[in-house]
């Protein structure tokens, strides 16, 4: 079965530090690969994606993300966090083909930044 | 793009009794998914409507849940005989008809079962 691994639960972080979220995927085919973020008390909204070409990927609000497909990861990066990056992160799965949209989350990591 | 609306925002509800929630879609997208988030984890797909067909179901949507997408825009989620265990948040996504195209989520169903 498809699944999302993400390694950290909850990190501290103080502003102007470097953030890296680690993700795995279980999945043998071609996926496509989401980063979403949920501001406190506000839906959920995509950072970036992947889907092919270039592994490195850059988002919203300076966040990147690279994928590494011979060790299955897509790990989100940002090289100096703000207090406004509180949040919660989830890695997300789709799978190429076949595709039907549909999401697979990892557990979610919550960020909390110091100011 | 006005977004994707969930209502209730909240619903408190005795155990055994049925609730049901209701997602509007963005206008234009024809995908419309249902998840279920629980406390410290990620959200779990329960079921896919592509226009009115519903063309997927997780195993995690027993006997007592039931999704509807009767005309291809707006859903219903109902669960019957609800249990301590149906707490939770209860989110709706929609997708443009570009299955690539990232999905759009609305601010989810908070259900509590005392």
């Known amino acids: 079965a498809q699944s999302v691994s993400q390694h950290n639960h909850h990190v501290i972080l103080s502003e102007a530090a470097s953030l890296e979220l680690g993700c795995n995927y279980s999945y043998g085919g071609t996926v496509n690969l989401f980063w979403y973020v949920q501001y406190p008390g506000q839906h959920l909204q995509l950072l970036l994606k992947?889907?092919?070409?270039?592994?490195l990927v850059k988002g919203i609000k300076g966040f990147e993300a690279e994928f590494i497909k011979s060790k299955f990861s897509f790990n989100l990066r940002k090289p100096s966090v703000q207090w406004s990056d509180t949040a919660e992160y989830f890695c997300a799965v789709s799978p190429g083909s076949g595709n039907t949209g549909k999401l697979i989350f990892g557990q979610g990591t919550t960020l909390q930044v110091k100011p | 793009d006005t977004g994707v609306s969930q209502d209730p925002r909240h619903k408190i509800t005795k155990r055994g009794q049925n609730v049901t929630f209701r997602c509007d879609p963005i206008s234009e997208h024809n995908r419309l998914y249902w998840y279920r988030q629980t406390l410290g984890q990620g959200p779990e797909f329960l079921t896919y409507f592509q226009n009115e067909a519903q063309l997927e179901k997780s195993r995690l949507l027993s006997d007592r849940f039931s999704a509807e997408r009767p005309k291809g825009s707006f859903s219903t989620l109902e669960i019957q005989r609800t249990e301590q265990g149906d707490s939770a948040m209860y989110l709706c996504?929609?997708?443009?008809?570009?299955?690539?195209?990232?999905?759009?989520f609305g601010n989810g169903t908070r259900l509590t079962v005392t």
């Open positions: 992947y889907f092919s070409g270039d592994p």
């Open positions: 996504a929609s997708g443009p008809r570009d299955y690539n195209s990232p999905l759009h």
